[in-house]
């Protein structure tokens, strides 16, 4: 351990300084390319297993295309939208929890946490309940409140500039407010909507079928570069307000813009399976873990996203008594690691 | 102003002189007291179902049951009651957790304690088969007693101790990952959630006098135990060191204050379900007549938690007749702001 040898007495040398560079970027590509496999695989499981299983063969020949008596129907129409939803949502939460976690120097300052979510989830309840909408109007609700919502933390949070503890503890009270909506709506709702509401609140990819997928992977194919661009200007921002400034990257202009993009991906990604509890919150710290600060974290982040949605729907529906959908399993595997993690950064004060 | 000062902050408010000072707490608490009439007499007279005044005095006081009117009027007596002990439960306990904590934000909704005492309730519901109030009350009460500790506990690791941001954040944190569990609960089984939607949204409308008299021993030690506590609480607010300095039992004080704001809070929970923001918006108010000191502080606190949750139980069952909105849900509509007003006036350093 380095932390217990006495004050360093060489300076390390360029070629020092190089090889550790090289070691680093090596295991960040082990890494992402690990995770990549990693998805594909579950994904490939996800498809075969089920109800029905089938021979990866079979559902090989389903995916180019050609028409097999069974497994047409069970992989094609049910499986492989399903699997698509999850990877891209996992995408997007991974990716814009992690936007918001090292724009706010906070690991606990993913939006699930500090009321983002919350505005998606609070229109598409009362929207279910009192207004009894669904399809394309419900997720279009969901993401427009999901911004309007995000848009007023922020103003509220405005005060000769926005500062990072201020927006999460305004993003807390309005999520109280807006779960309290939530309670009020469930209340008022038959039992019948009210299990369907409360599914919607936990996340799921129960109701992810072909329609759905084509405007969610459109809305993310313009949303996720947007992001990865905007996101060269994180690092600047982690130094703080006037390091930022200094290093040319305006700070306000920057994080409005950041938050905005990681915003609608969260809220697009939420309109279309229900807020998958943690994952938002999980992807960055493990993907952290990962890659031990080799870089930029939002690819990783994005690919542990994806993993822990796919892993959790293959959990929740096959290896659990009953068929729980998606965002309870997260949610049950989540919560001790947020305590732990709660613990930790407590202790050590670490950012991320 | 005495808003923006620390809760607790040394001495009295600057430049108010003690006499002065007497006679606005003085005229500070002979005006909650009245707030408190008011309340209560809005309380009665007011509901989904509209009556005269004679109705209203015969009601409390002469009940004739075949009169509908009438009996509206003594079913709210119960619930006026419970508002009363409820909304002053809410209001000394959250002095008394802003007081022990040297933390503005402290409040027993945000710091998770109700989502605890949720978390209890639905495992009893589930596991045990329980249908009545009086017995979630002790559920109720066990998960808001360990859910405050835990959340305590890990805000409070690390050098800086529990700072209100992440006493904020480990509140919110708790209540997601208790939330979770709740809703893995509740998703199985359909049943539950039926019971437990209601009274998941804190509300005085299911108040009876056998339960009342259940909760109220809780009450009195609590608030007996915090105003037994109000000079340590004083020392507290200079500092650890200063108050051990001035010959306090810092850790009994604190012992102490910790489980009157557990008894007072867990069983606000229990007997009316969570209720938000009145335990942290009353204190605040408190504090601009009262000044810092906890022996004005705590008995104004518990006035004006009473007079507030009377009232807005009032407005919840006017604006929406012929239905009523629930206490639970007013207070968080109402409070949300004021709680972003707090952290607005403040510096972000502060806290």
Known sequence: ?352 | MTLTAAPGAPAAPAGVRPAALRRRRTVGLALCALAVLLAVVASLAFGTRVVGWSDVVAGVFAPDTSDIAQAAVRSRVARTVLGLLVGAALGVGGAVLQGLTRNPLADPALLGISSGASLAVVLGIMLLGLSTLSQYVWLAFAGAAISSVLVYAIASLGREGATPLKLALAGAATTAALGSAVSMVLLSRTDVLDTFRFWQVGSLGRASFPEIAQVLPFLVVGTVLALGCARGMDAIALGDDVAVGLGRRVGAVRAVGGAAAVLLCGTAVAAAGPIGFVGLVVPHLARTFTGPSHRWLLPSSAALGAALLLAADVVGRVVARPQEIEVGIVTAVLGAPVFIAIIRRRKVAEL
């Open chain 1, 1 to 352: 351990m380095t932390a217990v040898l006495p004050p360093a007495t060489t300076v390390p040398t360029g070629a020092t300084v190089a090889r550790g560079r090289r070691a680093r970027l090596r295991r960040r590509r082990v890494v992402l390319l690990v995770l990549a496999v990693a998805v594909v695989a579950v994904a490939g499981v996800a498809l075969c297993v089920g109800e029905r299983s089938y021979p990866p063969s079979e559902v090989l020949r389903v995916l180019l295309g050609e028409q097999v008596p069974g497994a047409s129907f069970n992989v094609g129409v049910l499986r492989t939208p399903r699997v698509l939803t999850g990877v891209l949502v996992g995408i997007a939460f991974g990716m814009g929890g992690v936007v918001f976690q090292t724009m706010l120097r906070n690991p606990l300052a993913s939006p699930d946490i500090i009321g983002v979510s919350a505005g998606s989830s609070a229109a598409a309840v009362v929207a279910i309940t009192m207004f009894g909408l669904s399809g394309t109007t419900l997720s279009a609700v969901a993401v427009v409140a999901g911004l309007v919502v995000a848009a007023a933390i922020y103003a509220l949070s405005w005060r000769s500039g926005v500062q990072g503890a201020r927006l999460v503890l305004i993003g807390i009270a309005v999520g109280a407010m807006l779960d309290s909506v939530i309670a009020y709506a469930l209340t008022r709702a038959g039992v019948y909507d009210a299990s369907e509401a409360l599914r919607w609140l936990t996340g799921s990819l129960n109701s992810a079928f072909w329609p759905g997928v084509a405007p969610l992977a459109g809305a993310l194919a313009v949303l996720v570069p947007t992001l990865l661009v905007l996101a060269r200007r994180l690092p600047a921002l982690q130094l703080g307000d006037d390091a930022a400034a200094g290093l040319g990257v305006r700070p306000d202009r920057s994080r409005l813009a950041l938050l905005l993009v990681a915003v609608a991906v969260i809220a697009v990604a939420t309109a279309a399976t229900g807020p998958i509890a943690f994952v938002a919150f999980l992807s960055g710290p493990i993907a952290h873990r990962l890659v031990r600060g080799t870089g930029p974290l939002l690819v990783p982040a994005a690919l542990v996203g994806a993993l822990l949605v796919l892993v959790a729907d293959l959990v929740g529906q096959h290896l659990l008594v009953h068929r729980f959908p998606v965002g309870v399993v997260t949610g049950v595997l989540g919560a001790p690691y947020l305590l732990w993690l709660l613990a930790r950064t407590n202790r050590s004060g670490g950012s991320l």
